[in-house]
């Protein structure tokens, strides 16, 4: 495999195969779920976003007991502060569909009551 390029990390699905393969090496199954059935899924609380596919499975790899997710701006805005040490954690970002706002006669963004512009989905 072809090394990343100097000073930018390697892409998450990287990180994540080599770990994979360093586990089954040492004769693990790491899809074999070592936790109980009880609801447990990484999850954003701010976003409301639920970590599905391989973002879960490279989140529940990791070794915490809490479930909850956040982005560092996140961190920042509720007044939340990391520890010293502490390192984040990549995840990919998969977008199916492209959102464009609706445009008037005039070529102006239509603008919902709420004051927010109108979207569709393309």
């Not at 899924?41 to 639920?50: A, D, I, Q």
């Not at 879960?56 to 956040?70: G, I, K, N, Q, V």
């Not at 939340?80 to 008037?104: C, N, P």
């Amino acid at each position: 495999m072809t090394p990343p390029p100097k000073n930018r990390p390697p892409a998450p699905r990287q990180t994540f195969t080599e770990t994979v393969r360093g586990l089954l090496e040492e004769g693990q199954a790491p899809w074999q779920k070592p936790w109980a059935a009880d609801g447990w899924s990484p999850f954003n609380p701010v976003s409301g976003t639920v970590y599905r596919g391989l973002n879960r499975l490279m989140l529940s790899e990791a070794e915490f007991t809490d479930p909850r997710w956040l982005t560092f701006p996140q961190l920042d805005g509720l007044g939340f502060w990391i520890k010293k040490g502490e390192r984040g954690k990549s995840i990919e970002f998969w977008q199916t569909s492209e959102e464009s706002r609706i445009l008037d006669e005039n070529g102006n963004p239509v603008i919902l009551p709420n004051g927010q512009p109108q979207i569709v989905k393309v």
